[in-house]
């Protein structure tokens, strides 16, 4: 097929005149006979449009969603509300179809968005300044600390083990390049025991987060005061809808900020694409990973905005650079920008005590359960982790039959938080409670958690 | 023809008057202005935006201006759970003292802010997009609905396997698909861009080269290569090494050789290069940089040029990645997301990140994580949407399709470059492929003509600037990148216009451009005096 090259037969043969060819495969003389394919690639022709969406729909229908499995998993992603302006205004093509805003002139629509998000995610974090998005919450992480050991000149890290399991995954896969040492400080009673962080190395980075991995709220202090105690960066880790009622990070004294943004405006997606939230203080900007947006005027001495401190980047510094990012999340920057400003002052608010409601609610029903049993103490917000009489895996499965999905099986070995796949240590299952599951949806869970764990 | 249709190019329609003569002046003796559309008048240029009234002369305000306390759009489900209040629920000293300003605003306004927002920006949808590199093609609207089946965006990331097989399999086909392109042996979906696939690329040569007990600390790379080339050699832990073009534009054979050395891990190559020329050495190259043990990288931005003509694996590459939102179709997002999956050949398979898809005998679908994997790069499974967006393009163009895109683009490009000989200059004036490099070195010289200029008076002409200023061996680079979706008539129309911007001996391009929502733009204040959020606005003129 090829329906969208538009080219008719006479115009080819015209354009080809206009080259002084006679065929199309000559446009290839170029590529070395031995290195051409012969027959074409090894696939199926090309389907009409109607037949691609019904191939689409196929796979679509294999997976189980929605009111068929009842969504009580989070582990950063999360089963929010995203309102019909929010979903149509991520539509718009304008957006959609626009490339980096290499010329502001023409982009002041994306520029002036990004601009807005930047604001927002600034506030949430309680720092000066925010860049135009990462790719995801792991992403943010990974640039959080690169920043900091190019800030310390120390490539010690110490990271909480209640930090995303998956986070800390990226973070190691990428530490084989940047040579970062990866010290993983366990949890004590469901939150980060700083006093047990080895002697030795000093390190250049805290890293923290709040809420952490298991749903337990915890005090930036005595992060603070490690990172205080060796002039080190605190990286602060946080969820921009417990946000709406916890102190920002940027106020219990985090220098960085990092967080995945998927729960304003973007569905669960099977992981992506995601947004990657990050801000700093100001002094730090010039470490800054990925575009930052400014505003400025043009020559009239209007208002205008522009990507700037772009001597930073990649495509400037080359292999000096910091950070290689180049393509980011710009759409969904935009969508969390109209999401937050959708729900507003009082509706972020309101957001978070929704959740955080939903879970005391369904954390007492599933403690009632007997058997069930908290993992970890400490307090908790919007999620919640609790050990079942059964493997988590095993309760998991059953409860899909049920209709839910459950949760996801969390571990602890030696007190720092495991992959869901991995089988290793204290294992438990983490219960995530969004504005959208009703008091009749959060009754049945229980009911049938209580049937699948006798 | 005097009732010319297109009629909007005052020397066109000159010249046509005059001579009677249809053919677009761009390009004298050119056949294409004999194909005609209907009645005999040629079709005019989709592809050419200046009909669009951007209305008004006035800024948007900021969202944060239109706030009125107590208003607001949002509302929420009922849900019957009991109402404890802030202070119950979390523990004092954690509870934020004040509610976090954001904006108080009517979901009326916000939805006509936004769109408004839109209406001061450029797109694909709107013209042609000539940004070279970039591939700014047509996103077919097909794709945008594939991406949003319900099945595809309810699907919990960490839900069980069991939940989720019509994902893993369109997963598995995706990568499948790839494989075959790219004539590669194995692929991971996770990295989220083509900086992001360069980087587990690289983690992936270090590994190889682990285990086969060898510390190798450089990394080659052409003078002609994307910043984020090196930028991923550093964080990758190599250094980088750069090796020269020669005067055709390619690989410095000899140069490349006197660099080799069992030093060496690898080379990074796009292929056809940043110059749209495709790198005729390759084979050589690749015996080269395998002699010494070193392995080959395929940075795949510009892949579009050969789909279904050669493949990196056919020439030696051991890595590749691909930009989806480039080749296929990913709309870019004003910026991202887009998605940069990792290909590889047999040897490097049991690095690749995990967990990958995997079809089992009877059918069903699996993760599996590869014994030796390096890790993991995101999250979750990569921007999985951008993944089924592109499978989607894929499907409706099959392999016959996806011969016929490198076709158009590549005859778009070379259509291109033979218009504008003689106006512009032309450094590597040779048969190119998916895009070329134009320079105004000679123009700056004649009357202060330079490169950014010819992109801002582009604009006015109703067309996105082309890429400039790179890559860097080019002075006044002008890099232009058509895309097999403009059509002839939208090809002429963009020649036409950068014939006229040349051809000006007024200036008029200082002005330039005039007709956009803003004119250009003070980028020096902006860096001197940062202003990145509303709030560092305050007492800032
Ligand atoms: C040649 C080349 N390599 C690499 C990249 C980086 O890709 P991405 O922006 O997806 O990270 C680009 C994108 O602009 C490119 O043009």
């Given at each position: 097929m090829?329906?969208?090259?538009?080219?008719?037969?006479?115009?080819?043969?015209?354009?080809?005149?206009?080259i002084?060819?006679?065929?199309?495969?000559?446009?290839?003389?170029v590529?070395?006979?031995?290195l051409?394919?012969?027959g074409?690639?090894?696939?199926?022709?090309?389907?009409?449009?109607?037949?691609?969406l019904?191939?689409?729909?196929?796979?679509?229908?294999?997976?189980?969603v929605?009111a068929d499995?009842?969504?009580?998993?989070?582990?950063?992603?999360?089963?929010?509300?995203?309102?019909?302006?929010?979903?149509?205004?991520?539509?718009?093509?304008?957006?959609?179809?626009?490339?980096?805003?290499?010329?502001?002139?023409?982009?002041?629509?994306?520029?002036q968005?990004?601009?807005?998000?930047?604001?927002?995610?600034?506030r949430?974090?309680?720092?000066?300044?925010?860049?135009?998005?990462?790719?995801?919450?792991?992403?943010?992480?990974?640039?959080?600390?690169?920043?900091?050991?190019?800030?310390t000149?120390?490539?010690?890290?110490?990271?909480?083990?209640?930090?995303?399991?998956?986070?800390?995954?990226?973070?190691?896969?990428?530490?084989?390049g940047?040579?970062?040492?990866?010290?993983?400080?366990?949890l004590?009673?469901?939150?980060?025991?700083?006093?047990?962080?080895?002697d030795?190395?000093?390190?250049?980075?805290?890293?923290?987060?709040?809420?952490?991995?298991?749903?337990?709220?915890?005090?930036?202090?005595?992060?603070?005061?490690?990172?205080d105690?060796?002039?080190a960066?605190?990286?602060?880790?946080f969820d921009p809808?417990?946000?709406?009622?916890?102190?920002?990070?940027?106020?219990?004294?985090?220098?960085?900020?990092?967080?995945?943004?998927?729960?304003?405006?973007?569905?669960?997606?099977?992981?992506?694409p995601?947004?990657?939230?990050?801000?700093?203080?100001?002094?730090?900007?010039?470490r800054?990973?990925?575009?930052?947006?400014g505003?400025?005027?043009?020559?009239?001495?209007?208002?205008?905005?522009v990507t700037?401190?772009?001597?930073?980047?990649?495509?400037?510094?080359?292999?000096?650079?910091?950070?290689?990012?180049?393509?980011?999340?710009?759409?969904?920057?935009?969508?969390?920008?109209?999401q937050?400003?959708?729900?507003?002052?009082?509706?972020?608010?309101?957001?978070?005590?929704?959740?955080?409601?939903g879970?005391?609610?369904?954390?007492?029903?599933?403690?009632?359960?007997?058997?069930?049993?908290?993992?970890?103490?400490?307090?908790?917000l919007?999620?919640?982790?609790?050990?079942?009489?059964?493997?988590?895996?095993?309760?998991?499965?059953?409860?899909?039959?049920?209709?839910?999905?459950?949760?996801v099986?969390?571990?602890?070995?030696?007190?720092?938080?495991?992959?869901?796949?991995?089988?290793?240590?204290?294992r438990?299952?983490?219960?995530?409670?969004?504005?959208?599951?009703?008091?009749?949806?959060?009754?049945?869970?229980?009911?049938?958690?209580?049937?699948?764990?006798? | 023809?005097s009732?010319?249709?297109?009629?909007?190019?005052?020397?066109?329609?000159?010249?046509?008057?005059?001579?009677?003569?249809t053919?677009?002046h761009?390009?004298?003796?050119?056949?294409?202005?004999?194909?005609?559309?209907?009645?005999?008048h040629?079709?005019?240029?989709?592809?050419?935006?200046?009909s669009?009234?951007?209305?008004?002369?006035?800024?948007?305000?900021a969202?944060?201006?239109?706030?009125?306390?107590?208003?607001?759009?949002?509302?929420?489900?009922?849900?019957?759970?009991?109402?404890?209040?802030?202070?119950?629920?979390?523990?004092?000293?954690?509870?934020?003292p004040?509610?976090?300003?954001?904006?108080?605003?009517?979901e009326?306004?916000?939805?006509?802010?936004?769109?408004?927002?839109?209406?001061?920006?450029?797109?694909?949808?709107?013209?042609?997009?000539?940004?070279g590199?970039?591939?700014?093609?047509?996103?077919?609207?097909l794709?945008?609905?594939?991406a949003?089946?319900?099945?595809?965006?309810?699907?919990?990331?960490?839900?069980?396997?069991s939940?989720t097989?019509g994902?893993?399999?369109?997963?598995?086909?995706?990568?499948?698909?790839?494989c075959?392109?790219?004539?590669?042996?194995a692929?991971?979906?996770?990295?989220?861009?083509?900086?992001?696939?360069?980087?587990?690329?690289?983690?992936?040569?270090?590994a190889?080269?682990?285990?086969?007990?060898?510390t190798r600390?450089?990394?080659?790379?052409?003078?002609?290569?994307?910043?984020?080339?090196?930028?991923?050699?550093?964080?990758?832990?190599?250094q980088?090494?750069?090796?020269?073009?020669?005067e055709?534009?390619?690989?410095?054979?000899?140069?490349?050789?006197?660099?080799?050395?069992?030093?060496?891990a690898?080379?990074?190559l796009?292929?056809?290069?940043?110059?749209?020329?495709?790198?005729?050495?390759?084979?050589?190259?690749?015996?080269?940089?395998?002699?010494?043990g070193?392995?080959?990288?395929?940075?795949g931005?510009n892949?579009?040029?050969?789909?279904?003509?050669t493949?990196?694996?056919?020439?030696?590459?051991?890595?590749?990645?691909?930009?989806?939102?480039?080749?296929?179709?990913?709309?870019?997002?004003?910026?991202?997301?887009?998605a940069?999956?990792?290909?590889?050949?047999?040897?490097l398979?049991?690095?690749l990140?995990?967990?990958?898809?995997?079809?089992?005998?009877?059918?069903?679908?699996?993760?599996?994580?590869?014994?030796q994997?390096?890790?993991?790069v995101?999250?979750?499974?990569?921007?999985?949407?951008?993944?089924?967006?592109?499978?989607?393009?894929?499907?409706?163009?099959?392999?016959?399709?996806?011969?016929?895109?490198?076709?158009?683009?590549?005859?778009?490009?070379?259509w291109?470059?033979h218009?504008?000989?003689?106006?512009?200059?032309?450094p590597?004036?040779?048969?190119?492929?998916?895009?070329?490099?134009?320079s105004?070195?000679?123009?700056?010289k004649?009357?202060?003509?330079?490169?950014?200029?010819?992109?801002?008076?582009?604009?006015?002409?109703?067309?996105?600037?082309?890429?400039?200023?790179?890559?860097l061996?080019?002075?006044?680079?002008?890099?232009?990148?058509?895309?097999?979706?403009e059509?002839?008539?939208?090809?002429?129309a963009?020649a036409?216009?950068?014939?006229?911007?040349?051809?000006?001996?007024?200036?008029?391009?200082?002005?330039?451009?005039?007709?956009?929502?803003?004119?250009?733009?003070?980028?020096?204040?902006a860096?001197?005096?940062?202003?990145?959020?509303?709030?560092?606005?305050?007492?800032?003129?």
């Open positions: 090829g329906h969208y090259v538009p080219h008719t037969d006479s115009e080819i043969a015209a354009m080809l005149a206009d002084g060819l006679s065929s199309l495969d000559e446009l290839f003389d590529v070395p006979a031995a051409r394919l012969t074409g690639l090894g696939m199926a022709d090309g389907l009409s449009e109607p037949d691609v019904a191939e689409m729909e196929r796979y679509s229908e294999r997976n189980r929605g499995l009842v969504c009580f998993a989070g582990a950063g992603a999360y089963d929010h509300e995203v309102p019909s302006a929010t979903k149509r205004l991520m539509m718009r093509t304008e957006f959609v179809t626009a490339y980096t805003p290499y010329q502001p002139e023409v982009a002041q629509g994306v520029l968005a990004l601009f807005e998000y930047q604001t927002m995610v600034a949430l974090s309680g720092l000066a300044v925010a860049n135009a998005s990462l790719y995801d919450g792991a992403s943010a992480l990974v640039e959080a600390v690169n920043l900091a050991v190019a800030e000149r120390r490539p010690t890290v110490w990271v909480s083990g209640g930090v995303h399991p998956h986070w800390r995954a990226a973070l190691a896969t990428l530490a084989a940047t040579g970062h040492r990866i010290v993983e400080i366990p004590r009673d469901g939150v980060t025991d700083w006093d047990s962080a080895p030795g190395e000093t390190p250049g980075a805290v890293v923290v987060a709040n809420p952490n991995y298991l749903g337990v709220i915890e005090d930036l202090a005595p992060a603070r005061a490690a990172a105690r060796h002039a960066l605190l990286l602060g880790g809808v417990a946000a709406g009622l916890l102190r920002s990070p940027g106020a219990d004294g985090a220098d960085v900020a990092f967080g995945e943004g998927q729960p304003f405006g973007t569905p669960l997606s099977l992981g992506g995601y947004l990657g939230l990050f801000a700093c203080r100001l002094d730090l900007v010039r800054l990973p990925g575009r930052l947006v505003r400025t005027v043009d020559v009239e001495g209007r208002p205008a905005y700037t401190l772009r001597a930073r980047e990649q495509d400037i510094r080359r292999e000096k650079a910091s950070s290689n990012v180049c393509t980011n999340q710009t759409l969904i920057a935009v969508g969390a920008m109209i937050l400003a959708w729900l507003g002052t009082a509706g972020l608010r309101e957001l978070a005590l929704r959740c955080a409601r879970t005391r609610y369904a954390r007492e029903a599933v403690l009632a359960i007997p058997g069930v049993a908290p993992l970890t103490g400490g307090p908790v919007r999620e919640f982790a609790v050990k079942l009489p059964v493997d988590p895996a095993v309760a998991v499965d059953r409860m899909a039959e049920e209709g839910f999905l459950a949760g099986p969390v571990g602890l070995r030696d007190g720092v938080t495991v992959a869901p796949d991995d089988p290793a240590g204290e438990g299952l983490l219960v995530a409670v969004t504005e959208r599951r009703t008091r009749t949806e959060i009754d049945a869970y229980a009911a049938a958690l209580e049937k699948v764990v006798r | 023809m009732d010319n249709t297109t009629g909007t190019n005052t020397a066109a329609a000159t010249s046509t008057a005059e001579t009677g003569d053919s677009v761009s390009m004298d003796g050119t056949s294409l202005g004999d194909v005609t559309g209907v009645e005999g040629r079709p005019a240029p989709g592809g050419k935006a200046t669009v009234p951007l209305l008004g002369r006035d800024a948007e305000p969202i944060f201006e239109m706030s009125s306390p107590g208003r607001h759009a949002h509302s929420f489900r009922t849900t019957q759970v009991p109402e404890w209040s802030a202070e119950e629920l979390v523990p004092a000293g954690h509870l934020r004040e509610p976090l300003a954001l904006t108080e605003v009517s009326r306004d916000l939805v006509a802010h936004v769109t408004r927002l839109t209406h001061r920006q450029y797109s694909v949808d709107l013209g042609a997009y000539p940004l590199s970039c591939t700014m093609k047509y996103n077919p609207k794709c945008d609905d594939a949003a089946l319900p099945g595809l965006i309810g699907a919990h990331p960490a839900a069980p396997a939940c097989q994902w893993m399999e369109l997963l598995c086909d995706l990568s499948d698909a790839l075959e392109v790219t004539g590669m042996h692929v991971t979906l996770q990295p989220p861009a083509g900086a992001a696939g360069e980087l587990t690329g690289l983690l992936l040569m270090r190889y080269h682990a285990a086969q007990g060898s600390t450089k990394v080659i790379i052409p003078d002609s290569a994307h910043g984020t080339n090196p930028a991923s050699v550093t964080l990758g832990g190599y980088t090494v750069t090796v020269p073009s020669d055709r534009g390619l690989v410095d054979l000899d140069a490349l050789r006197a660099r080799l050395d069992t030093d060496v690898g080379i990074m796009t292929n056809p290069n940043t110059l749209g020329l495709f790198e005729e050495d390759i084979a050589e190259i690749a015996a080269a940089v395998h002699e010494v070193g392995l080959l990288y395929y940075d931005a892949l579009n040029a050969i789909l279904g003509v493949r990196p694996g056919d020439m030696g590459f051991d890595i590749v990645h691909m930009n989806l939102h480039k080749t296929f179709a990913v709309p870019h997002g004003g910026g991202g997301p887009g940069g999956p990792v290909a590889v050949s047999q040897r398979a049991e690095y990140p995990g967990p990958l898809p995997q079809r089992e005998e009877d059918g069903s679908f699996t993760w599996r994580t590869p014994e994997s390096i890790g993991r995101h999250t979750w499974h990569g921007n999985s949407l951008a993944l089924a967006r592109a499978w989607s393009y894929i499907l409706a163009n099959g392999g016959d399709g996806l011969r016929r895109v490198a076709e158009g683009a590549v005859l778009n490009a070379n291109l470059r218009a504008l000989r003689g106006t512009y200059d032309l590597y004036d040779r048969p190119n492929m998916h895009e070329f490099v134009a105004t070195t000679s123009l700056k004649g009357k202060g003509l330079r490169a950014l200029d010819v992109g801002k008076r582009l604009l006015e002409e109703g067309f996105h600037a082309p890429t400039v200023y790179f890559p061996i080019v002075d006044e680079a002008l890099m232009i990148e058509p895309t097999e979706t059509s002839p008539q939208t090809l002429a963009l036409d216009a950068l014939i006229d911007i040349a051809a000006d001996e007024e200036g008029a391009w200082k002005a330039a451009p005039r007709t956009t929502p803003v004119g250009r733009v003070d980028e020096a204040r860096a001197r005096t940062l202003i990145p959020t509303w709030d560092a606005l305050d007492g800032q003129p």
